[in-house]
C-alpha cells in the first residue's frame, strides 16, 4: 500500500483514539454528579440517533441474518452494554489514565483468547510478550494493605467483556454489514442502560453544562468510530494498529488538562510495559503472516 494512504490512515487512527478519549473524559466529569445508568442512556440515544442519520450515507443495513450471525451480533452487543457499565464504573473512581493504561492490554490477551477459543497459532514469542503485559498490568492495578482498588477491579472486568466481544466481532460472517453490526449494538445499549436506570430508580435534572457533555461526548464517540473505520480501512493494519495505544498519550494531556491529574512512576511504568508487549506482539503477527505468505507462494510456485 502507498505510504501516503499509511501515512493518512495513521493520522485517521491517533484522531480517533483522541476522539475516543474525549468522551471518556467527558463522560467522567459528568459520573460525579450523574447516575452511570442515566448517562449512558442519554449517550447511547444520541449515538444511535447519529448511526441511524448516517446508515442513510452509506449502505444500508440488512436485517436477513442468519441465526447464527444474529445471534452472535446480539452477544456482541450485549458484551459492549456491560463493558461500558463496567468501564464508566471504574472510570468514575480511579484516575483517567489508570483506566486507559489498563485498557492498552486488551490486544494482549485477545491475542491469548483467541489461540484458546479460536485456535488461532501463537508462538512462545508472543506468549512471553503477553506475561510480560500481564506483569505491566500488575503495577497499575496493584493492590494497597486491602487489596486491589474497586475501579481497577472493574476496569478490568471491562476487558474480559471487550475480549468477549471482539471474539464474536471475529466470528460473524461477511454477509453482516458494519452498519448492522453498529446499529444492533446502539438498540441494545439504550435498551440496556434504560432498564438500568429504571431499576436503580434514579433520574438527575441535568444543568446545562452537562446536557453539552453528554452531546459531545455522543459527538466524539461518534467520530471515533467513524475514524477508526476511515483508519483501517485506508492503511494497512500493521501500520495502523499500533498508533492505537497513542491513546494513552491523550490521556495523559486530557487528564491533566481535566482534572490536575499525572499518574505516578509505576504507573507509568507498567503503561510503558503493556505498550511495548502489545508494539511486540503487532511485530510478530506481522512477521508470522509474512512466513505464511512467503510458505503459500512458494507452494504455489511448486
Given at each position: 500500500?502507498?505510504?501516503?494512504?499509511?501515512?493518512?490512515?495513521?493520522?485517521?487512527?491517533?484522531?480517533?483514539?483522541?476522539?475516543?478519549?474525549?468522551?471518556?473524559?467527558?463522560?467522567?466529569?459528568?459520573?460525579?454528579?450523574?447516575?452511570?445508568?442515566?448517562?449512558?442512556?442519554?449517550?447511547?440515544?444520541?449515538?444511535?440517533?447519529?448511526?441511524?442519520?448516517?446508515?442513510?450515507?452509506?449502505?444500508?443495513?440488512?436485517?436477513?441474518?442468519?441465526?447464527?450471525?444474529?445471534?452472535?451480533?446480539?452477544?456482541?452487543?450485549?458484551?459492549?452494554?456491560?463493558?461500558?457499565?463496567?468501564?464508566?464504573?471504574?472510570?468514575?473512581?480511579?484516575?483517567?489514565?489508570?483506566?486507559?493504561?489498563?485498557?492498552?492490554?486488551?490486544?494482549?490477551?485477545?491475542?491469548?483468547?483467541?489461540?484458546?477459543?479460536?485456535?488461532?497459532?501463537?508462538?512462545?514469542?508472543?506468549?512471553?510478550?503477553?506475561?510480560?503485559?500481564?506483569?505491566?498490568?500488575?503495577?497499575?492495578?496493584?493492590?494497597?494493605?486491602?487489596?486491589?482498588?474497586?475501579?481497577?477491579?472493574?476496569?478490568?472486568?471491562?476487558?474480559?467483556?471487550?475480549?468477549?466481544?471482539?471474539?464474536?466481532?471475529?466470528?460473524?460472517?461477511?454477509?453482516?454489514?458494519?452498519?448492522?453490526?453498529?446499529?444492533?449494538?446502539g438498540v441494545v445499549l439504550?435498551?440496556?442502560?434504560?432498564?438500568?436506570?429504571?431499576?436503580?430508580?434514579?433520574?438527575?435534572?441535568?444543568?446545562?453544562?452537562?446536557?453539552?457533555?453528554?452531546?459531545?461526548?455522543?459527538?466524539?464517540?461518534?467520530?471515533?468510530?467513524v475514524l477508526s473505520i476511515?483508519?483501517?480501512?485506508?492503511?494497512?493494519?500493521?501500520?495502523?494498529?499500533?498508533?492505537?495505544?497513542?491513546?494513552?498519550?491523550?490521556?495523559?494531556?486530557?487528564?491533566?488538562?481535566?482534572?490536575?491529574?499525572?499518574?505516578?512512576?509505576?504507573?507509568?511504568?507498567?503503561?510503558?510495559?503493556?505498550?511495548?508487549?502489545?508494539?511486540?506482539?503487532?511485530?510478530?503477527?506481522?512477521?508470522?503472516?509474512?512466513?505464511?505468505?512467503?510458505?503459500?507462494?512458494?507452494?504455489?510456485?511448486?
Amino acid at each position: 500500500m502507498p505510504k501516503t494512504a499509511n501515512m493518512r490512515g495513521a493520522l485517521l487512527m491517533i484522531a480517533a483514539v483522541g476522539a475516543f478519549t474525549v468522551n471518556d473524559a467527558l463522560m467522567k466529569a459528568i459520573l460525579g454528579h450523574v447516575p452511570l445508568f442515566q448517562a449512558q442512556f442519554l449517550r447511547g440515544l444520541a449515538v444511535l440517533l447519529m448511526l441511524a442519520l448516517a446508515s442513510g450515507f452509506f449502505a444500508p443495513p440488512r436485517f436477513d441474518l442468519s441465526r447464527l450471525d444474529w445471534t452472535l451480533c446480539l452477544a456482541r452487543s450485549f458484551a459492549e452494554a456491560v463493558s461500558a457499565v463496567l468501564y464508566l464504573e471504574g472510570l468514575s473512581r480511579i484516575p483517567l489514565p489508570n483506566a486507559t493504561a489498563i485498557l492498552q492490554s486488551v490486544p494482549l490477551f485477545l491475542t491469548l483468547a483467541a489461540a484458546i477459543f479460536l485456535k488461532e497459532p501463537i508462538g512462545w514469542r508472543r506468549l512471553g510478550a503477553i506475561l510480560v503485559g500481564f506483569l505491566g498490568v500488575l503495577l497499575i492495578v496493584r493492590p494497597g494493605p486491602e487489596g486491589f482498588s474497586p475501579g481497577a477491579l472493574y476496569v478490568s472486568a471491562c476487558v474480559v467483556t471487550v475480549i468477549l466481544r471482539e471474539l464474536c466481532t471475529r466470528k460473524l460472517s461477511a454477509a453482516v454489514p458494519s452498519m448492522t453490526a453498529a446499529l444492533t449494538m446502539g438498540v441494545v445499549l439504550v435498551v440496556f442502560s434504560g432498564a438500568g436506570a429504571a431499576v436503580a430508580g434514579e433520574w438527575t435534572p441535568l444543568a446545562a453544562v452537562d446536557i453539552l457533555r453528554i452531546i459531545a461526548a455522543s459527538v466524539a464517540v461518534s467520530l471515533g468510530y467513524v475514524l477508526s473505520i476511515g483508519a483501517i480501512r485506508l492503511g494497512d493494519l500493521s501500520v495502523v494498529g499500533p498508533f492505537r495505544y497513542t491513546g494513552m498519550v491523550w490521556s495523559l494531556l486530557l487528564g491533566l488538562a481535566f482534572f490536575g491529574v499525572w499518574p505516578d512512576p509505576l504507573t507509568l511504568a507498567g503503561a510503558g510495559i503493556v505498550i511495548a508487549a502489545g508494539l511486540f506482539t503487532i511485530y510478530r503477527e506481522h512477521v508470522a503472516e509474512r512466513a505464511a505468505s512467503r510458505l503459500s507462494g512458494g507452494v504455489a510456485a511448486d
